[in-house]
């Protein structure tokens, strides 16, 4: 069997057994980025870019899959999301179209707990140099019911899947540097707000249109460095990572359903 092929497997049995587990969506709540990605990472707050310890490093600096040696992690996390809005002065009956009003009263989202899984396989290489893949998930969701928009059950759900193969290599004792391809999947859905359908260059492709998606390929690169025994400092930078459209909601999404993940740049010191 071809390297090619056994990839192409490869990515047809991970990607499933991700969405498997998660339930069936995953979130974070620094916006669409966490301050770190498998357990591990989320413990150390963010300081993992600058000094790693599991196989999941590359989803925060891809440098640091070279000082985890041979490793195969598996997690899930189980995050908490409690919210809710309450309106007053609002409004009882249905405004007229593409006037702003929110429905009276008080509402709390659906959709509580959920599980989010992560995977890492890193192996060491001959000359010093390590190969692996990290896969991690990102997004959000809000699902209120009451008619909040005058448009039925009101709510967006964004999934994001990560597949990120890694390179890296130690340039001396002291300073290590990675590079990751990033593979991106997105699932998008967007309901409740059809009364402002008429604000729309395109009001039929804005609202409840069942989930659509998308794929999308960036690039990721990093450095690690040990400034001593105890203080190690690293930076990662990915790009843009371009998303094909989501053109079920282009007469939502800006450039007619153009969605795509933008730049992070992330700088850390960790002192042991």
């Known amino acids: 069997m071809l390297k090619s092929e056994i990839s192409v497997m490869w990515l047809r049995i991970v990607i499933p057994f991700m969405f498997f587990f998660v339930a069936p969506e995953s979130y974070a709540t620094n916006g669409l980025s966490s301050h770190g990605y498998g357990i591990v990472n989320k413990g150390m707050g963010g300081a993992g870019v600058a000094w790693s310890q599991d196989s999941l490093s590359a989803a925060t600096n891809p440098a640091g899959m070279n000082s985890v040696g041979n490793k195969l992690d598996f997690g899930a996390e189980i ?49 010093g140099s390590s190969l692996g893949v990290s896969v991690y998930m990102s997004g959000n969701n809000t699902d209120y019911s009451g008619d909040t928009y005058f448009g039925g059950d009101a709510g967006i759900d964004l999934n994001q899947i990560f597949v990120v193969p890694t390179y890296s290599w130690r340039l001396n004792e002291n300073h290590a540097f990675g590079v990751s391809p990033t593979l991106a999947y997105q699932t998008f859905e967007f309901s409740g707000v059809s009364q402002f359908s008429g604000l729309s260059s395109n009001g039929n492709k804005m609202s409840d249109r069942g989930p659509d998606q998308s794929w999308g390929y960036g690039l990721a690169v990093g450095w690690q460095g040990s400034l001593s025994k105890s203080i190690h400092v690293g930076a990662s930078y990915r790009s843009e990572i371009r998303m094909g459209k989501l053109n079920k909601y282009s007469g939502l999404l800006a450039e007619q359903g153009d969605r795509d993940i933008p730049a992070n740049l992330i700088v850390g010191m960790a002192w042991r």
């Open 79 to 127: 995050f908490s999301s409690h919210r809710g809005y309450a309106v007053t002065d609002g409004t009882l009956v249905s405004p007229g179209e593409g006037t702003f009003y929110l429905s009276e009263g008080s509402e709390r989202s659906k959709n509580v707990n959920f599980i989010i899984p992560s995977f890492g396989y890193n192996k060491m290489l001959e000359n």
